[in-house]
């Protein structure tokens, strides 16, 4: 199991024609993900192979609409890769076609058109992970977004990131430490996001595969506050926590538009001290995340068979089907 | 993108937000010739610059006399205007308005700005104006009124008249102060701003409301549906080296340290910068080069971080996902050899294609330091230091 995405995952890509939308639709196809259509408005009826630079392995159906590609392709999941400015105006239209989950890699789309569109995705209750994130990747499933996928492997760890190269750095420290990953989820460096930490900490809380959760925070807000109060009170799985940014003085914005300490706030200090008070391992080091985890894994091994032998490259495979014991460790 | 003082309330007066008269002077000159158009007999004379606390660093003053606006004028035009904002080093004043004095019945304050938790604007009001307002929220937060902006409706009348009963206004100055706050929210939502702020807002001993002060950001997500903001820009006011960095499409920000970064993606960018400090350096600065992290964007990099003359040692950390590693290398290697930088370059590339640009950096023939992972690199570069 895993969370958001998986083999059933069927995939429109909004902004397809571009050099972005199909270098990355390129790589999508190429990981397994299940690419069922495009969007691009005025360009129905065709079919696209990708361009000069990148060649696609299929040929993919273009629709004018998002909701085209809902009714004759059974799309339920987007993804976007257009511009800024009309961004916004893509997101409302998938919301609005009845996909169940929208990933926006767009950067740079203005928070008041965010302000709008945050209210209209409540109201349709359809998910959007997003905006100014890499996506998410079930390792061996699907890859919605623009990571590298070589570097993810299937296992137990699931990851919730606000930061893309970060996220990448953590995987890859798990993944040389032959740990894999159930599903990994950059929410985004925006100050408005459609999934927030505390609603992936709740998806990943259920998910039976995931058994070891890391949140990779960084200044600014209070997301992970938020996530924290709702972790000490309801998920008894590990939580690892890192937050970026310790070294960063207030009041300047450090490259993502959520990250700024003002009027105090936001301070990595601040989000340490509310996660360590939830019983968050936290790591101040980022070289250390890795270790963190592996030791994070040994320890629930170690509580599911009663002594401290096992070792934790033998419960990753366990992972993937998940024993009744596992179920009666997270209710 | 911050404005000036002026500039805002020339912005918020187009909405009908009611402001004092005044008028903008790049001179002592100009700052006479202002306070005899407003008229009246009494002035102040307020420093222009992108910071707030401006009164107590002795940029605000009042004057009685054109004579007294021209004294006060070239007290403050000049001028290194320190404030709890500005840091120790200052701003110097380029730019002063000149406003009628008025007389104040009573202080308040209003601000318009994003609720981050809630993902919605929202209107703050309080009674306790003309101080710092981080002082009230956090030792007084139920002296805060909130109205938030629903989205899809906008900021309602019923709200307006809400906060103003909750400032203690009655009669005429209720009509004004409800007028006062529409325009308000007009003008933030017009103009995509992230922070409209009235402090302090003003009841006059006449009943008229007033925006006394104004300090007004624009988002920078926005700024391109607004290409009439440009002209608005003061370049003086921001930092020569950032000013620089985004021309090159670089997000750069100067810190007190002397190793200097080079990272892509901003979240490795400062945990890159917190790891510098676990290892015993101080991070020079923060440096995110995005995506395409090709020759030029590292040769413009190398360029702004070697401005900097405390920076003793250059960390180059680079993930690369879709950017391959072995093209890093080569712009590293040919920027390297364009800037002639002389000081000890870190290297950390991982990901795509690492191995293979491991090796070019050590064919290449220029002393890099290569790391193999995060922690190596952090403390390579603090070690090349200490060794200087």
Partial sequence: MSILVNKKTRLVVQGITGAEGTFHTKQMIEYGSFVVAGVTPGKGGTFYEGNEKDRFSKSIPIFNTVLEAVRKQRANTS????????????????ADAGVKLIVAITEGIPVNDMVKVYEFIQKKKVRLVGPNCPGVITPGEAKIGIMPGFIHIPGPVGIISRSGTLTYETVDQLTRRG????????????????????????????????????MIGEIGGTAEEEAAEFIKAKVRKPVIGFIAGQTAPPGRRMGHAGAIISGGKGTAEEKMKAMRAAGIVIVENPALIGAAVENALKKTQRGKKGHGKGRASRMFSAAHKPSRKSKKLNP | MKIHEYQAKEIIRKYGVAIPKGEVAFSIGEAVKAAEKIGGSRWVVKAQIHAGGRGKGGGVKLADSPEDVREKAGEILGMRLVTHQTGPEGRIVRRLLVEQGIAIAKEMYVGITLDR???????????????????????????????????????????????????????????????????????????????????????????????????????????????????LRDIEEEDSFEVEASASNLNYIKLDGNVGCMVNGAGLAMATMDIIKIAGGMPANFLDVGGGANAQTVEAGFKIILKDPNVKAILINIFGGIVRCDRVAEGVVEAAKNVEVQIPIVIRLAGTNAELAAEILQKSGLRFLVARDLQDAAEQVTQAIAEL
């Fill in chain 2, 117 to 231: 938790q809630r993902s919605q604007n929202v209107v703050m009001a309080s009674t306790e104006g003309g101080v710092e307002i981080e002082k009230v929220a956090a030792e007084t937060p139920e002296k805060i009124l909130k109205e938030y902006i629903d989205p899809m409706l906008g900021f309602q009348t019923f709200q307006a008249r809400r906060l103003c009963f909750g400032l203690g206004l009655a009669g005429e100055a209720l009509k004004n102060g409800v007028k006062f706050l529409l325009a308000l929210s007009r003008a933030y939502d017009a103009s995509d701003a992230s922070l409209a702020e009235i402090n302090p807002l003003v009841l006059t001993e006449e009943g008229h409301v007033l925006a006394l002060d104004a300090k007004m950001n624009f988002e920078d997500n926005a700024l391109f549906r607004h290409p009439e903001y440009e002209s």
């Fill in chain 1, 179 to 214: 740990i894999g990953q159930s599903t990994c989820l950059g929410i985004g460096g925006d100050p408005i996001i459609g999934t927030r930490f505390l609603d992936a900490i709740k998806l990943f809380n259920r998910d039976k595969a995931t058994k070891v959760i890391v």
């Fill in chain 1, 79 to 94: 993804i976007i890769f257009v511009p800024a400015a009309f961004a916004a105006d893509a997101i409302l239209e998938a």
